[in-house]
């Protein structure tokens, strides 16, 4: 079974300037996750889709993070324009059903903002 | 609003040693709990899930135990092995399907 894609895995960029990150879910997984995960610190989410609908985006700084699911599968999450204090790792998840199933992560991108 | 804290925030144990790590939640409302591993530069990866309803889950070398009451979570490790050598986090889950982490615990097992 394929693991959850995502790209770039490595990304440098000015402050002020836009970044995209792509995510391939597990196939047939319903739920995905984006986190953004500070050095030393643990993922927190960002955003949670359920197929192409959102979840939960309560922590997503709107004014600057957008994220889309196409057709319920592929991801999106852009930044625009990005600040030193974004630079993290990027990761994304999914998951068959939301709660009582296991999340499964990808790689990551890791997103350094000078 | 859960807060989820992982303690001791590193741990440095000599191989074979047998380990715990903990995980504590303030709000004991949830519904499962989950254990992931993360080696640098990596994504994370799950070693066990453990349901509200559970008391334990094991999986190899490692046993998972949760006391909702209580709010706490112990991650056992036996017999470790340099290759152990990780980050471990743990990811409450509430009823309403939103995940909190802690900030792990970075274990490095010395030959």
């Known amino acids: 079974e394929a693991g959850v894609a995502q790209s770039p895995r490595y990304k440098i960029i000015e402050k002020r300037q836009s970044v995209a990150f792509w995510c391939n879910p597990i196939?047939?997984?319903?739920?995905l996750y984006w986190y953004q995960q500070i050095l030393g610190q643990g993922p927190k989410l960002l955003i949670q889709?359920?197929?192409?609908?959102?979840?939960?985006d309560s922590q997503l700084p709107k004014d600057r993070f957008s994220a889309e699911r196409l057709k319920g599968v592929d991801s999106t999450l852009k930044i625009q324009p990005a600040k030193l204090e974004d630079s993290a790792v990027y990761l994304c998840?999914?998951?068959?059903?939301?709660?009582?199933?296991?999340?499964?992560f990808g790689q990551g991108t890791r997103l350094t903002v000078v | 609003k859960q807060e989820v804290t992982q303690i001791p925030a590193a741990l440095s144990v000599p191989e074979g040693e047998n380990l715990v790590l903990n995980c504590s939640f303030t709000?004991?409302?949830?519904?499962?709990l989950q254990w992931f591993r993360q080696d640098p530069g990596k994504g994370l990866t799950s070693l066990l899930l453990?349901?509200?309803?559970?008391r334990e889950q094991t999986s190899g070398r490692l046993n998972a135990s949760l006391d909702k009451s209580s709010g706490r979570s112990t991650l056992y490790i036996a017999a470790s092995q340099p290759g152990d050598s990780a980050t471990y986090l743990c990811?409450?889950?509430?009823?309403?399907?939103?995940?909190?982490f802690g900030d792990g615990t970075t274990l490095t097992v010395k030959p």
């Open positions: 709000d004991s409302a949830i519904y499962n």
């Open positions: 998840a999914s998951s068959f059903l939301t709660r009582n199933t296991e999340a499964f």
């Open positions: 453990i349901q509200s309803s559970q």
């Open positions: 889709f359920q197929n192409n609908g959102v979840v939960d």
């Open positions: 990811a409450v889950n509430t009823n309403a399907g939103k995940s909190t």
């Open positions: 196939s047939g997984h319903a739920t």
